[in-house]
T-cell receptor, first 113, second 111 residues
Framework: DVKVTQSSRYLVKRTGEKVFLECVQD?????MFWYRQDPGLGLRLIYF???????EKGDIPEGYSVSREKKERFSLILESASTNQTSMYLC????????????FGSGTRLTVV | GQQVMQIPQYQHVQEGEDFTTYCNSS?????IQWYKQRPGGHPVFLIQ?????EVKKQKRLTFQFGEAKKNSSLHITATQTTDVGTYFC???????????FGTGTRLKVLA
């Protein structure tokens, strides 16, 4: 089974801190995604990457950046955390569309105080 | 921009009752996917529908893709407490691997 591992399940950070959320997948998938999930808003795409060092903005990229130096690792960076970035962050990967769908990590619940 | 809407937002049912959630896209979709997220968990892929009018079944779950490929539904027959969770549909942005997720339907099953 494909595994997508997010480094932290829960994280509490202070306003203004630089925050790194790490995601690693073990099945050589080309495409990786960062979503945030908020009640009533569903899952919203922040950034995605279709190859090493390649990235593309999603629907809500403001305040975030990403890094993909290796195929298996996709990092989400909050340059200066703010309270409105308190959310559940979900990483996902997929090799190519098919009857497989995304494989999601367990999520990181980030609280910015 | 492309939108995927889902209704209802919440549904409470008695165990044994049926449940349906509906998904509508602002654009024609090449395929639609459904996911289930248990409370405290992460979304798990259930199924993908590709063909116009396609109907697929997984035990008590029936998935349907509309003829115009702009809407879809998930129907659960005789709900059980294990069905509790949030059900999401997702449609791809044309020509990409990016999926737009619906807002989800949160199902509670009362024993």
């Amino acid at each position: 089974d494909v595994k997508v591992t997010q480094s932290s399940r829960y994280l509490v950070k202070r306003t203004g801190e630089k925050v790194f959320l790490e995601c690693v997948q073990d099945m050589d998938h080309e495409n990786m995604f960062w979503y945030r999930q908020d009640p009533g808003l569903g899952l919203r795409l922040i950034y995605f990457s279709y190859d090493v060092k390649m990235k593309e903005k999603g629907d809500i990229p403001e305040g975030y950046s990403v890094s993909r130096e290796k195929k298996e690792r996709f990092s989400l960076i909050l340059e200066s955390a703010s309270t409105n970035q308190t959310s559940m962050y979900l990483c996902a990967s997929i090799n190519r569309p098919g009857p497989y769908g995304y494989t999601f990590g367990s999520g990181t619940r980030l609280t910015v105080v | 921009g492309q939108q995927v809407m889902q209704i209802p937002q919440y549904q409470h049912v008695q165990e044994g009752e049926d449940f349906t959630t509906y998904c509508n896209s602002s654009t024609t979709l090449s395929n639609i996917q459904w996911y289930k997220q248990r409370p405290g968990g992460h979304p798990v892929f259930l199924i993908q529908l590709v063909k116009s009018g396609e109907v697929k079944k997984q035990k008590r779950l029936t998935f349907q893709f509309g003829e115009a490929k702009k809407n879809s539904s998930l129907h659960i027959t005789a709900t059980q407490t294990t069905d509790v969770g949030t059900y999401f549909c997702a449609g791809p942005i044309a020509g990409t691997y990016k999926y737009i997720f619906g807002t989800g339907t949160r199902l509670k099953v009362l024993a």
